[in-house]
């Protein structure tokens, strides 16, 4: 057996309270079986003929788990006498996980050498059983992952086959069966073993504790290094960001020059020659002489007024307020419109239509045309 070799299992395994021997030798073969079904995807028709004959079976077992766990022993390192019970266990532990998937989702992997393993079944070497969950747990969290952040309360539910507190309180709450959990001593001292023992790097940054960094691919030192750097790189980043583009306005200032420099003698600014072209203070271009608030073409329209908006008022959208007259001094035969009795000129008739457009169809019924002469009123038609 290789010390360069692994074994990779389904984190749901520890949530079995099987006894150590039964779970490590399940474990075991689920490996080996595994490794040996991954071995047999790569292997063309020939290839594996040629290694039915190799390990004594039948060419017809090509494509058979007994091939599988045998290509998985070899792949191990490991030497196995029964294939069959190797596979038969595999698939009892397959259909366990399968089942837990369907309930909870996805479970994560842990991988973990062989030696280890074998150490923990036969007694042989420094981890318990106890020790063997805590560490499968902070294993699971790291993954594939150089270092990973990680908070007890993760350990403590993996180290039980759980992946989150949420899937322990839904196996518990369906009458499921767990493995006890640790208590917080237990939990601290069998961390601080294995961190002793050299299982993994471990880094606290924070004096309150509540995430603590683990890797089992870098030293203390270099896991130090790279939290130092993570924990700075914005504040890093940002500072050097603001140098630059401190640097880059004054430069372009220095390259641009003043431009509001007072004029001198000669200049293109100079009130002795004054360019065509400049503006006052509101000014666009092309707006020579206007005034603040004009824009051009708008030569005497007052300010808030576009051009062509001489006396024009906005839109009046109350229904009219219509008073009577009182000019008497009204020009003998002025046209006008009659409105609910009162009469309207002309000029003040056509303002009306066109401060309520919206009102006319409403409101055309009721003009009607008319001629004031004196002080009767003449009506000529609807």
């Given at each position: 057996m290789?010390?360069?070799?692994?074994?990779?299992?389904?984190?749901?395994t520890l949530a079995q309270t099987l006894p150590k021997v039964e779970l490590m030798t399940q474990i075991i073969r689920y490996g080996i079986t595994e490794a040996g079904r991954s071995c047999l995807q790569q292997l063309d028709v020939g290839k594996r003929r040629e290694e039915c004959v190799n390990h004594g079976l039948k060419v017809s077992m090509s494509n058979s788990w007994n091939l599988a766990a045998l290509l998985?022993?070899?792949?191990?390192?490991?030497?196995?006498?029964?294939?069959k019970g190797v596979f038969t266990s595999?698939?009892?532990?397959d259909r366990f996980h399968q089942a837990w998937v369907t309930r909870n989702g996805p479970d994560p992997l842990v991988r973990i050498k062989t030696a280890i393993v074998f150490d923990v079944r036969d007694g042989e070497g420094t981890l318990s059983l106890r020790e063997f969950r805590v560490l499968c747990a902070i294993y699971s969290v790291i993954g594939r992952a150089t270092y990973r952040a990680i908070t007890a309360r993760?350990?403590?539910?993996?180290a039980i086959g759980c992946k989150s507190e949420g899937v322990e309180g839904d196996e518990l709450g369906k009458g499921g069966v767990l493995p006890p959990t640790l208590t917080d001593k237990e939990l601290r001292g069998t961390i601080s073993k294995l961190h002793q023992t050299g299982w993994f790097a471990r880094v606290t940054p924070a004096r309150h504790g509540r995430v603590t960094y683990y890797s089992n691919r870098m030293t203390e030192t270099a896991l130090a290094e790279r939290i130092i750097i993570k924990r700075t790189f914005t504040a890093g980043h940002d500072n050097a960001r603001q140098k630059i583009t401190a640097d880059v306005s004054k430069r372009i200032v220095e390259k641009k020059g003043d431009f509001n420099r007072t004029a001198q003698k000669g200049d293109f600014n100079s009130p002795e020659k004054p360019a065509p072209f400049l503006r006052n203070e509101g000014q666009r271009d092309g707006d020579d002489g206007a005034?603040?608030?004009?824009?051009?073409?708008?030569?005497?329209a007052t300010e808030g007024q576009r051009e062509g908006d001489y006396n024009r008022k906005p839109p009046?959208?109350?229904p009219p307020n219509i008073k009577p007259s009182s000019d008497s001094s009204s020009p003998v035969g002025e046209a006008g419109y009659v409105f609910?009795?009162?009469f309207l000129p002309t000029?003040?008739?056509n303002k009306i239509f066109a401060d309520n457009p919206e009102r006319w169809p409403e409101m055309s019924g009721k003009f009607k045309s008319a001629r004031r002469i004196g002080e009767s009123i003449e009506e000529i038609a609807a």
């Open positions: 290789s010390d360069d070799k692994f074994f990779q299992f389904p984190l749901c998985g022993a070899d792949a191990c390192s490991v030497e196995i006498a029964d294939p595999h698939h009892e532990l993760m350990i403590r539910v993996r005034t603040e608030g004009q824009r051009e073409g708008d030569d005497g009046n959208k109350k609910e009795g009162v000029l003040a008739a």
